[in-house]
């Protein structure tokens, strides 16, 4: 009954799409357990390079099951287009099922998305815009929309109708916006429940069935630890929990199933959007690994911060998950480097702590303390076994290892799925 929760464990887009397209090839079941197409994996496999937003990265493994949980936040007419993409490109998408638990994005939480973002003019938080705080709101406060409405006409626009008496309210009231048609939206969602009606089930009873035939099942986060809304660098966070303990919550699946928890983590780091990166390279070398790694969102084409690995950061997100392996993931991107930093402190007004500041203030003047090692300078992308590593390099890993205090079980050298260095089994 190996069930893997595959994470992030840093600010996102640390390869997750990569890991868990590798080690979807060996599992029977793949969910999405959070976030929404805010989050975007690449993927590049023997089928070409996939961006996916919404489609669990498992889905390019044949045979197996793929799961959008219950927290995620749908937005449908992107998973159709995502849909209508992969079949165009030969991936059968006949087996991607939808929780009926899972809470669709509407139109005015797009736009509320926006409209907010404007309002906060220069505090703004930097989201995708894509609607996503908003829907989890209305999940929270009882009036959201779920993917089960939409196989029954008669209940989807009595919830409509609730929800957009409130939501018109706000849109004309504090944002001077003008109302939006219940009609439209309406016939509108009808239509997508046309599409997306034989993908949605009782998900909890498919990974109920898995696990009791012994199946290998994945559980795919989005986004990363270190937005978390209650342990990230709040308030510039995610609405959903991208934690181990979010991806039980978000599939069903009680947290004692989880046999193995992998952290995915950059061998630096990186951030999009507002709020505070103590280690973030504002120089020559963070221009040079933004580069390299063509380090630019998925979803949004956005220039990430690039940073050193922060160490205090990464200690943490270990704490707050339970991390039983991890993963270091774009070793090749440091090859050229002479030398790298590795952040095992932070000074906070002037007193050095060895802890990650709860309060977002805090850490924006936190300063690194770095610890320096000599790089590698030679391209490792051909190197598939961990001992033939150059030996500096296997010190940067081991060292990261000692820092998390979790052992390494995937070393990625490369975006492609062979690009991969299996350090230690996970299965």
Not at 34 to 39: E, P, S, T
Not at 46 to 56: D, S
Not at 297 to 326: E, H, K, V
Not at 371 to 389: C, H, K, T
Request: charged fraction near 25%; proline fraction near 4%; hydrophobic fraction near 35%.
């Amino acid at each position: 009954m190996p069930v893997i929760a595959v994470v992030g464990a840093q600010w996102g887009d640390e390869g997750k799409g990569k890991i868990v397209d590798m080690l979807a090839e060996e599992a029977n079941v793949i969910a999405r357990s959070c976030g929404g197409d805010n989050a975007g994996h690449t993927v590049v496999n023997r089928l070409g390079e996939f961006k996916l937003h919404l489609t669990p990265s498992g889905i390019f493994s044949a045979g197996a099951t793929c799961i959008i949980g219950n927290g995620v936040a749908l937005n449908p007419s992107v998973l159709i287009g995502e849909i209508d993409h992969l079949n165009e490109r030969g991936v059968d998408t006949s087996r991607l099922f939808i929780s009926d638990r899972t809470h669709l994005i509407m139109p005015y939480h797009l736009l509320l998305d926006g409209l907010e973002e404007e309002r906060r003019g220069g505090k703004a938080i930097g989201t995708t815009r894509k609607g996503i705080g908003p829907a989890y709101t209305d999940k929270v406060a009882r009036r959201g929309i779920r993917a089960g409405d939409l196989l029954d006409k008669e209940a989807l626009r009595e919830r409509l109708h609730t929800a957009l008496d409130y939501q018109n309210t706000i849109l004309t009231k504090v944002y001077e916006h003008d109302s939006l048609s219940e009609d439209d939206i309406y016939e509108q969602y009808c239509q997508y429940a046309e599409r997306l009606s034989p993908h949605i089930r009782e998900t909890t009873s498919i990974l109920e069935e898995a696990l009791r035939r012994n199946d290998v099942v994945l559980l795919e986060g989005a986004q990363g630890a270190l937005l978390d809304t209650d342990f990230g660098t709040y308030p510039y966070a995610t609405s959903s929990s991208p934690l181990v303990g979010g991806a039980c919550l978000g599939t069903g699946l009680g947290p004692a199933r989880i046999t193995q928890a992998l952290g995915i983590f950059k061998a630096y780091c990186t951030r999009v959007g507002g709020g505070p990166m103590p280690t973030e390279l504002k120089d020559k070398t963070g221009e040079l690994i933004r580069e390299v790694a063509h380090e630019y969102g998925t979803t949004t084409g956005r220039a990430r911060r690039c940073g050193w690995f922060d160490g205090i950061a990464a200690r943490f997100s270990n704490r707050i998950n339970g991390l039983t392996r991890i993963a270091v993931t774009r070793l090749d991107v440091l090859d050229t480097l002479p030398s790298l930093k590795i952040c095992t402190g932070y000074k906070l007004d002037g007193r050095e702590i060895d802890y990650f500041p709860a309060n977002a203030a805090a850490l924006e003047r936190c300063e690194p303390v770095y610890e320096e090692m000599p790089g590698w300078q030679m391209p490792i992308s051909d190197i598939r076994d961990y001992e033939q590593l150059p030996l500096r390099a296997r010190q940067y890993v081991e060292r990261l290892e000692e820092i998390i205090n979790c052992p390494v079980s995937i070393v990625s050298v490369g975006m492609r799925r062979e690009q991969t260095i299996i350090k230690m089994p996970l299965l």
